[in-house]
């Protein structure tokens, strides 16, 4: 659930080139314990955010599966470990606590498709990103709470108003 004084700003996204930038632009940002819920219908653009933003997190081309079937795949970037959560296939928030993201959400940048699997274990301060089909393209709706510079910054660099 957003806080309801969580800064948030709606991005045109007009192809697949323009979620990456918007993923490109948060991978430097972040850090050990931040979170990304990436939501939003199959073929929102969920997967292609998390692969560009551990790629320009890493700096190199890198393949960067889907999650959908290991639920998570963990990456080492250096100065910390990015995990890429895939919880579709989940039926319990407990399934998800089990793979251990409880301990992932305090010392990694997490990714997390179908966050709505995680009921209550959701991280308060996470950033959410909603995804929707809009014409050829995508809308990103960002939710950035207690992030009021990072939303000042994003607005300015994209062009958007919050």
Same mark, same amino acid.
């Given at each position: !659930?957003?806080?309801?004084?969580?800064? =948030? *700003?709606? *991005?045109? &996204?007009?192809? /697949?080139?323009?979620?990456?930038?918007?993923?490109?632009?948060?991978? +430097? $940002?972040?850090?050990?314990?931040?979170?990304?819920? &990436?939501?939003?219908?199959?073929?929102?653009?969920?997967?292609?955010?998390? $692969?560009?933003?551990?790629?320009? =997190? *890493?700096?190199? !081309?890198?393949?960067?599966?889907?999650?959908?079937?290991? &639920?998570?795949?963990?990456?080492?970037?250096?100065?910390? /470990? #990015?995990?890429?959560?895939?919880?579709?296939?989940?039926?319990?928030?407990? /399934?998800?606590?089990?793979?251990?993201?409880?301990?992932?959400?305090?010392?990694?940048?997490?990714? #997390?498709? %179908?966050?709505?699997?995680?009921?209550?274990?959701? +991280?308060?301060?996470?950033?959410? #990103?909603?995804?929707?089909?809009?014409?050829? @393209?995508?809308?990103?709706?960002?939710?950035? +709470?207690?992030?009021?510079? !990072?939303?000042?910054?994003?607005?300015?660099? %994209?062009?958007?108003? @919050?």
């Amino acid at each position: !659930m957003t806080k309801p004084d969580a800064p =948030r *700003l709606t *991005l045109p &996204l007009p192809d /697949e080139e323009a979620t990456g930038r918007l993923a490109a632009w948060f991978a +430097p $940002r972040l850090a050990a314990g931040d979170c990304i819920l &990436l939501e939003g219908q199959i073929g929102a653009g969920k997967s292609h955010f998390a $692969r560009a933003f551990i790629r320009a =997190r *890493l700096g190199r !081309m890198e393949d960067v599966p889907s999650p959908t079937f290991t &639920l998570v795949q963990s990456y080492d970037a250096g100065d910390v /470990e #990015i995990w890429h959560a895939d919880l579709y296939r989940l039926t319990n928030p407990d /399934e998800a606590l089990e793979l251990g993201l409880d301990e992932a959400f305090a010392n990694a940048i997490t990714l #997390i498709e %179908w966050p709505d699997r995680l009921g209550r274990a959701q +991280p308060p301060d996470a950033i959410r #990103i909603a995804l929707t089909v809009a014409g050829e @393209g995508r809308l990103a709706t960002v939710d950035l +709470p207690g992030r009021a510079g !990072m939303a000042r910054a994003l607005a300015a660099d %994209w062009g958007a108003d @919050g």
